[in-house]
């Protein structure tokens, strides 16, 4: 594993030779990548059957924000095939692929920005989430992360699988390059891109606290990803 200096040195350089690639649309990105999404997105297939592990047993309707073609939901249809989930995606050819993959499963899609989406109040068992949140500013997921507390019933859980940055220094350095890039590129505010701007586990921590949940669980996977279990009036 690299040490954090030799890794943000690298990351560094990256950011330099890459400083003049436009930034692509987050739907665009994702449709042209559709090929090979599933094959790429294997390298987190422990976090996909950890999902289904720390999801609670009696979660009948979940929601997840940033579906794509469901890797996650594999894992977790396969031990609670019952589960009725509904999808929002910004790419409506990753939805198309997970309705394909699943049509006998109880299963609605939204294809839309998931900070418009109306969550509803106390509607879901769980909300869900997994290497989605880490391209959106802290301010951003502020206003979210709320919504999730109010659309959840009680007792429910927030499941979180994410990017996590090794430390402040990755933290600042990453969204200051994003915020750079929007304004070189002239990139309006209400547009998504691909940038990944995530927080360190005590920043995402801090924003979920903040909106009312505790934090039960956190898991380091060896595959890169970061879980997080956070509840609503849970104990």
């Known amino acids: 594993m690299k040490s954090h200096e030799k890794y943000l040195q690298d990351l560094k350089q990256w950011l330099?030779?890459?400083?003049?690639?436009?930034?692509?649309?987050m739907s665009d990105f994702f449709t042209k990548r559709l090929d090979g999404y599933e094959e790429h997105m294997s390298i987190w297939?422990?976090?996909y059957q950890m999902f289904s592990e720390v999801l609670p047993s009696n979660c009948q309707k979940i929601l997840d924000l940033g579906c794509g073609t469901g890797l996650e939901l594999d894992k977790i249809w396969q031990k609670y095939p019952d589960t009725?989930?509904?999808g929002v995606d910004l790419c409506q050819s990753m939805l198309d692929e997970l309705l394909k993959k699943?049509?006998?499963?109880r299963l609605a899609t939204v294809c839309q920005d998931y900070f418009k989406y109306d969550l509803g109040c106390e509607r879901w068992d769980a909300v869900i989430s997994f290497e989605s949140l880490h391209h959106f500013l802290p301010e951003r997921k502020k206003e979210l992360y709320r919504k999730v507390y109010n659309a959840l019933k009680h007792g429910g859980v927030f499941l979180v699988g994410d990017y996590i940055a090794c430390c402040d220094?990755?933290?600042e350095l990453l969204r200051s390059v994003y915020l750079k890039r929007r304004k070189q590129f002239a990139i309006?505010?209400?547009?998504f891109v691909h940038f990944d701007i995530p927080l360190t586990l005590e920043h995402e921590k801090e924003l979920?606290?903040?909106?009312g949940f505790s934090i039960?669980?956190?898991?380091?996977?060896?595959?890169?990803a970061t879980i997080m279990a956070a509840g609503k009036g849970r104990t």
């Open 169 to 171: 220094e990755e933290e």
């Open 84 to 86: 009725e989930v509904t």
């Open 102 to 105: 699943h049509s006998d499963k």
């Open 188 to 191: 309006p505010d209400n547009r």
């Open 216 to 224: 039960e669980k956190v898991f380091d996977n060896p595959d890169g």
């Open 45 to 47: 297939e422990k976090s």
């Open 208 to 211: 979920l606290q903040n909106a």
């Open 16 to 25: 330099h030779d890459t400083s003049d690639s436009p930034l692509e649309e």
